[in-house]
């Protein structure tokens, strides 16, 4: 199997992209791996066809030009065709924007996409893909970013999901929350409280409107945002535990050290110590 792998630094700036890679699989091969994986991997079909299955979804036969999603957490198989085997490339993202941009789109409810090769969005993750196999240097940190949001956009625009296309006022709220909540999470004054009051909006409102568009609650939101980036940020630096809890929103490292072991089931150090 022709194979090409790279793991990424993450010291990119907000885009969470971990590694990248590309199979030209032989026939019938199936990934032996863990098939839950702890992250978000989307491939792109460039030649050939396999099958395609994740949980609570039946299998589908997919091809050249389509294009299928690994969520994250959710236990998936896919196989490559016995006569005409599959060459994909693929992208691993990390990251609860991640996940709110695909949330988004079909993508995430259907797990896979057809004959996408003529849209914007397949010309844009072509191109990101292209970008990330370049060296690193700022100038391309920067392109990366701009591409990623890029691609996600024309990902929403172009293959929305029904919450996208239904709209509505809630849903313009639940957004306006997960901005100021993505935007100010590293700061410790952002709190659910604060966003109630800086949208002006009731703590059980916003409470359902979460729980509705996302399956989960305001404060459990803000707390994946930061325990999100505290997990890339043990895993691409040395930095003092102590430093990455205030970077994360929190006032001390024993509160941050109590809620990421809650989070992850592991302690910072015990974290740091296991992410090869």
Known sequence: MDNDFKS???NRLESNILFIGQDSCPPNYFFRGNNVRSNYVLHYILDGQGTFSSANRPAVSLKQGDVFLLPKDVPCFYQA???HPWTYLWIGFAGAKVKTMLDGSKLSSQRYLRQVQDSQFSHYLKLLYTTLRHGDSLANDILT???TYQMFYQLVTEFPGKSSQTG????KHLQLAQNYLEQNYRHSTCTVASLCDHLGL???YLYTIFKKGLTISPQDYLTRLRMEEARQRLRASTEPVRQIAGEVGYHDEFTFSKAFKRY???SPSAYRQTRY
């Open 8 to 10: 990424l630094d993450n």
């Open 81 to 83: 065709d016995g006569e």
């Open 145 to 147: 970013e701009a591409l």
């Open 168 to 171: 509505g006022k809630a849903q």
């Open 202 to 204: 009731s703590r059980s």
């Open 264 to 266: 992850t089931g592991f």
